[in-house]
T-cell receptor, first 115, second 116 residues
């Protein structure tokens, strides 16, 4: 597709359930980022993938959060045993690593609501 | 660690007027990038303008321009001839220069409303 695609657009789940959020980056973009946008914390970095390098996981808030990127393209963010504080919009962005200025292009996000 | 501060949570402007959104940041790096992103209700973040720290000239994109004061660590966005479609949340963001430090650090954002 032309832009970053995220699915689902909205997800409602019960506390304690696991959820998977998907991100399909712009074709050819080697860098992929996950961010979380919540009312209390604003926009926070979660994890960064670049090519075949080890991901930068420094922003993951707990070991309930994990992410993988298969084949250097699609990424899945998994939240295990969801808690109400996980309710937020999860945004994915991709960029051309070598591009001057490394502009990040964002998807429309997944709004996660944990009941 | 870098921080970005947007101290105004909300602003309002009359259509066709000019408005300035403020942003300050803190960093120990000498080379970096600064961005303004717009987030309409659709949630998709859209890049408005970018500034490279090593450039003294302020960036301009049509009706959008910045006032970059490196010594003061200030990066404000000026929107000229405001339009109804400019109503959105605006985020100021910082990015380090090297690829390994390419994550964005955002301010808390400002909600801009445009009065017809």
């Amino acid at each position: 597709g032309a832009g970053v695609s995220q699915s689902p657009s909205n997800k409602v789940t019960e506390k304690g359930k696991d959820v998977e959020l998907r991100c399909d980056p712009i074709s050819g973009h080697t860098a992929l980022y996950w961010y979380r946008q919540s009312l209390g914390q604003g926009l926070e970095f979660l994890i960064y993938f670049q090519g075949n390098s080890a991901p930068d996981k420094s922003g993951l808030p707990s070991d309930r959060f994990s992410a993988e990127r298969t084949g250097g393209s699609v990424s899945t963010l998994t939240i295990q045993r969801t808690q109400q504080e996980d309710s937020a919009v999860y945004l994915c962005a991709s960029s051309l690593f070598r591009e001057y200025g490394n502009i990040q292009y964002f998807g429309a996000g997944t709004r996660l609501s944990v009941l | 660690a870098q921080t970005v501060t947007q101290s105004q949570p909300e602003m309002s402007v009359q259509e066709a007027e000019t408005v300035t959104l403020s942003c300050t940041y803190d960093t120990s790096e000498s080379d970096y990038y600064l961005f303004w992103y717009k987030q309409p209700p659709s949630r998709q973040m859209i890049l408005v303008i970018r500034q490279e720290a090593y450039k003294q000239q302020n960036a301009t994109e049509n009706r959008f321009s910045v006032n970059f004061q490196k010594a003061a660590k200030s990066f404000s966005l000026k929107i000229s001839d405001s339009q109804l479609g400019d109503a959105a949340m605006y985020f100021c963001a910082y990015r380090g220069y090297t690829g390994a430090n390419s994550k964005l650090t955002f301010g808390k954002g400002i909600t801009l409303s445009v009065r017809p």
